[in-house]
């Protein structure tokens, strides 16, 4: 999962960073590589908890989720709250969900054989 996450991850940064450019009113919407790292930050956070071993658990609770599908709805979670924290409208948010969502399925649907309703979980 290392490689297609950290594809993912730079295309919907570089995507994000190409559409929500900063203007008078939203000057902070800069989107600089430190988002990258506080996307795999986050990820990292969970996975580091030896306690919780939440991603190898994840095959063992009721619905009994794949740890990739689980890895996939913990990185789209990170994205949310690096990118999205940042946006200021309704709008803005709105351009960043599908740019989330067009990534998620373009990255994740063919390779690892998920249908779209699992993937935007």
Not at 19 to 42: D, W
Request: charged share 35%.
């Amino acid at each position: 999962m290392r490689g297609p996450i950290i594809e993912a991850t730079i295309g919907l940064w570089d995507a994000v960073r190409k559409r929500l450019l900063p203007t008078p009113a939203k000057f902070h919407y800069v989107f600089n590589i430190r988002e990258l790292s506080r996307v795999f930050q986050g990820i990292c956070a969970v996975a580091a908890k030896h306690e919780y071993e939440v991603i190898k658990k994840c095959n063992y609770i009721k619905e009994k989720i794949r740890s990739e599908l689980f890895l996939i709805g913990l990185w789209r979670h990170e994205c949310e709250r690096v990118f999205e924290d940042k946006l200021i409208s309704y709008n803005d948010k709105k351009v960043f969900h599908d740019i989330l969502d067009r990534v998620t399925k373009e990255r994740f649907r063919d390779s690892l054989g998920f249908e779209d309703e699992q993937l935007m979980t």
